[in-house]
């Protein structure tokens, strides 16, 4: 059976299982285990990544555990439960669930698997940050729950991390870390997480949001620089030239903001009359849903030319984001004329870029230009992953970010709960 994620990347499983409870997940995975054979786990698969995407095998898919239990400051959430599920109900009880990966049909499993963090991560960090305890099976049948503050009961060595706010790119081992760490952003190669208690804030009071437009780039980006140290600021997001037209908007770019209570932000340089502001939750849904639109056509685009979407997930050091976006707009340019756009988490120095590649022949041509500016990325001290997870289509940039040895030790973790190889098979390790 053919399977695919948001990117459209392909793969097949020999049999899908959808079960219901976590010792028939026990039964499945040991068997696996007993007989060799690849085992995948899928949440809702809008990874873009390929980690959820098996490549033959068995893979078990999670839409069946549901659970939503709220409580004060905490829900208790089955894997398979959809983000945007959890958004409401913790709404609904006058609470507030903070990550928010623009994408709300993903699954509470995935969001941990790829430690996804998303545009309010500029406040509120990624999911890492919310996650207090996880129901995890491991391949030897075991059902065990972790809780915040339990340590790992054995060695790990210390894997240099680089200095960039948001981070999914591997285990990220230190001596003393807890379980709960260990599998977040590990992205389905150590256990099958089950269940999981998140954090829950309460509600803000007043949020006010905008997308502010600006006449061309480079005020948009002096506003960024501006406005990023602004306390109450929540989210701040850019959307370049490109991006910009393939909107259908007349301007140059645009910055996308959110903020609680009082904020009063300069607005040298924007076409503030032009911009939309809005603190309803309506008005609000409604301008995620235009940053989110991009992205779809983006991929809508590109499934319709049959082509995989392409794009990268880099993040740098705050103080090289400037300098970083002016390398993938002379490299993309060059070799993509304006064919790409670049847009996204500004405010974390996590701008996206994602290719328009008009047929296969140039689509062919931009994994090794991805690749070489993935190497200028690690060279101002960023990281290659931040938020969607490696996966199997990233895997190969693993080695860019860590040396061997660091990669043996990750391996080593990995061979401890999977002697064999199975489960996530060809995700982080290529
Ligand atoms: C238009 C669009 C916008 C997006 N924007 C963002 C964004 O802003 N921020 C962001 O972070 N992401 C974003 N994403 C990517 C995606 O939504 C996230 O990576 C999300 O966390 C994936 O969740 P999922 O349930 O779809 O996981 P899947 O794609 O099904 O799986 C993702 C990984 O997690 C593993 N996994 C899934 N469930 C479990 C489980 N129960 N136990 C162990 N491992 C598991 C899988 O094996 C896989 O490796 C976007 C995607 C799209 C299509």
Not at 89 to 106: K, W
Not at 117 to 135: N, P
Not at 289 to 315: C, N, Q, S, W
Not at 330 to 347: C, K, P, T
Request: hydrophobic share 40%; glycine share 10%; charged share 25%.
């Amino acid at each position: 059976m053919q399977i695919t994620d948001a990117s459209h990347f392909a793969g097949h499983a020999d049999q899908i299982f959808t079960p219901r409870h976590e010792e028939e997940i026990a039964e499945i995975v040991t068997r696996a285990n007993r007989e060799g054979i690849p085992l995948t786990i899928m949440g809702a698969l809008t990874g873009l990544a390929g980690g959820a995407v098996p490549q033959g095998g068995w893979a078990i898919s999670m839409g069946n555990f549901k659970k939503l239990d709220i409580t004060d400051g905490a829900a208790r959430v089955g894997a398979g439960t959809l983000l945007r599920d959890v958004q409401n109900a913790a709404l609904a009880a006058g609470q507030f669930y903070a990550p928010d990966p623009t994408e709300n049909t993903s699954s509470i499993g995935g969001n941990i698997g790829a430690n996804a963090s998303g545009s309010r991560s500029f406040k509120f960090g990624a999911t890492r940050r919310h996650v207090r305890a996880l129901r995890v099976v491991h391949l030897d049948g075991r059902i065990v729950e972790y809780r915040r503050g339990t340590p790992v009961d054995f060695d790990v060595p210390t894997i240099p991390l680089p200095n960039v706010k948001k981070f999914s790119c591997g285990y990220q081992l230190k001596p003393g870390m807890d379980y709960v760490d260990l599998f977040i952003g590990s992205e389905g190669t150590l256990g099958v997480v089950t269940e999981a208690e998140l954090g829950l804030l309460p509600a803000p009071g007043e949020i006010t949001g905008g997308i502010v437009f600006f006449p061309d780039e480079q005020s948009a980006l002096d506003a960024v620089d501006r406005w990023r140290p602004t306390e109450g600021l929540r989210l701040l997001e850019f959307l370049d030239s490109r991006s910009i037209k393939l909107m259908d908007q007349p301007y140059g770019a645009a910055v996308i903001v959110e903020w609680e209570g009082d904020v009063e932000l300069d607005m040298t340089g924007a076409l503030e009359a032009d911009s939309w502001f809005g603190s309803s939750a309506r008005d609000r849904e409604r301008f995620r849903l235009f940053r989110h639109r991009l992205p779809e056509k983006i991929h809508d685009h590109l499934r319709k030319l049959g082509l995989v979407v392409i794009a990268t997930d880099y993040a740098v050091p705050l103080e090289k984001n400037r300098e970083m976006l002016d390398i993938y707009r002379d490299v993309l340019s060059e070799n993509f004329e304006d064919r790409f756009v670049m847009f996204g988490h500004i405010g974390d120095a996590h701008v996206h870029t994602e290719l328009l590649p008009k047929d296969q022949e140039e689509w062919d041509r931009s994994p090794a230009v991805i690749k070489d500016l993935a190497r200028k990325v690690v060279e101002l001290g960023g990281t290659v992953g931040a938020e969607h997870g490696l996966g199997k289509r990233k895997a190969h940039l693993l080695n860019l970010q860590y040396g061997p040895e660091h990669i043996a030790a990750m391996k080593q973790v990995k061979a401890r709960f999977d002697p064999n190889n199975l489960l996530g098979r060809g995700t982080l390790f290529s």
